[in-house]
């Protein structure tokens, strides 16, 4: 980094010198405060987007291990495709996206202002005459694609990748009893009432001992045989034909008991019934979210993702000048610290607005207008730039003089 205070650094380019070695001295060009400024924001924007890079690859490994966890164990449930495991976890990650862009930067933001603290990058800069807020320039001119990417991402990405989320568990969860019929599992039919078990799969649609456990108007059924295979009728319907068998009954309320034997016997697999895609409010795109109360709630968390993006700029600002002294991961952990509580106000906005305790233009209003006018503020009260704060100080050198 250049270190140059007051106006110019370097001397005036004149011709060639001869020093007293007699070595050739190049001639040395002078360096304006504006030339300074732009070397230091192409330095600025340098560092940035490498911390922005590290943070964002180190905030996404962490999400889409936490993701792939949450997928196996809902897979586990049966809630989704053990096949689109991968699918769903890609999903759920890039609904994420509005939160780790927004992280990312405030981290990245604060991590460096931490660093030029340190290493008196920062007094240089105010040796050039700039001020705090200036800084905005060169922070505002790398992120405003970040800003824009995070917009987008709310708006558009987080409703279209739920509703991909909502259409695969929905198509698990309408498939057929024939489908949920697999080797060496239990599986459960759709209407809850019956559980088929099959040993194993000896050819296309035929199976080895099988196992079905079956309660209906108080009477349970276990029917267990040597094979069986799926067969479609007519109709279209399915059927499990067993074959070498035995069915035994039971009556819960009378504790009658019937066993009985079979050389073949069928048993009617029933189909799923089609039914519509219920769409959630999280999955709608958002020009439709104006029109019911759940929606505007919804809403008030995508734009307020946005907003809160740029005024966690001004905060990080905020934050570094507060505690110049303090090491580098007590920044980081009140960063993070500032994040949460401001996520966690966006979240109970979102509730709010959905209940109608409060609109949602006076919500945004109130919650990232009015971080915007704080933070802003306290930056200007902090160099001194505030109108009743010069006033002031004019007041008290007319005094003294």
């Known amino acids: 980094m250049p270190n140059c205070r007051g106006r110019a650094v370097g001397v005036s380019s004149g011709g060639a010198s001869v020093s007293e070695k007699g070595a050739v001295v190049a001639p040395q060009k002078e360096i304006s405060i504006e030339?300074?400024?732009?070397?230091?924001?192409?330095?600025?924007?340098?560092?940035?987007?490498?911390?922005?890079?590290?943070?964002?690859?180190?905030?996404?490994?962490?999400?889409?291990?936490?993701?792939?966890?949450?997928?196996?164990?809902?897979?586990?449930?049966?809630?989704?495709?053990?096949?689109?495991?991968?699918?769903?976890?890609?999903?759920?990650?890039?609904?994420?996206?509005?939160?780790?862009?927004?992280?990312?930067?405030?981290?990245?933001?604060?991590?460096?202002?931490?660093r030029w603290y340190q290493d008196s990058e920062m007094a240089v800069w105010f040796a050039s005459g700039q001020s705090l807020l200036a800084f905005l320039r060169p922070i505002l001119r790398f992120a405003w694609p970040i800003l824009l990417a995070i917009a987008a991402s709310g708006l558009l990405i987080w409703p279209w990748a739920n509703g991909q989320i909502d259409q695969l568990r929905s198509e698990f969860a309408q498939r057929s009893d024939m489908d949920r019929i697999a080797p060496g599992e239990f599986q459960r039919n759709k209407a809850g009432n019956r559980v088929f078990f099959t040993e194993s799969q000896s050819g296309q649609n035929q199976s080895g001992q099988v196992f079905i456990y079956g309660l209906k108007d108080g009477k349970t059924t276990i029917t267990t045989a040597q094979g069986g295979r799926i067969v479609r009728t007519a109709d279209g319907s399915a059927q499990l034909e067993l074959s070498h068998g035995q069915s035994v009954s039971q009556d819960s309320k009378t504790g009658e008991q019937n066993i009985s034997t079979f050389a073949q016997y069928s048993t009617r697999i029933q189909d799923a019934p089609a039914a519509a895609l219920q769409t959630q409010t999280r999955s709608r795109p958002s020009h439709q979210l104006l029109h019911t109360a759940d929606g505007r709630g919804e809403l008030s968390w995508r734009i307020g993702m946005a907003l809160a993006a740029i005024n966690l700029l001004l905060l990080a600002l905020l934050l570094i000048k507060s505690s110049q002294r303090s090491g580098k991961g007590s920044h980081l952990a009140l960063a993070l610290m500032s994040f949460a509580v401001y996520y966690n106000l966006i979240n109970f906005g979102q509730n709010w607005v959905s209940k109608g305790q409060i609109s949602l233009g006076w919500w945004l209003l109130i919650l990232h207008g009015g971080m915007f006018i704080a933070c802003y503020g306290l930056l200007l009260q902090r160099q001194g730039s505030l109108p009743f704060l010069q006033l002031r100080r004019s007041q008290k050198t007319a005094l003294h003089s």
Do not use: W
């Open 35 to 114: 030339g300074f400024a732009l070397i230091f924001y192409a330095s600025i924007r340098r560092e940035l987007a490498q911390s922005f890079t590290a943070v964002l690859i180190v905030l996404l490994s962490i999400v889409m291990t936490m993701m792939l966890i949450r997928t196996l164990a809902q897979a586990n449930k049966g809630s989704v495709n053990p096949q689109d495991i991968f699918l769903v976890m890609s999903y759920l990650s890039l609904s994420f996206l509005p939160t780790i862009l927004t992280l990312s930067l405030f981290l990245s933001v604060v991590s460096c202002l931490v």
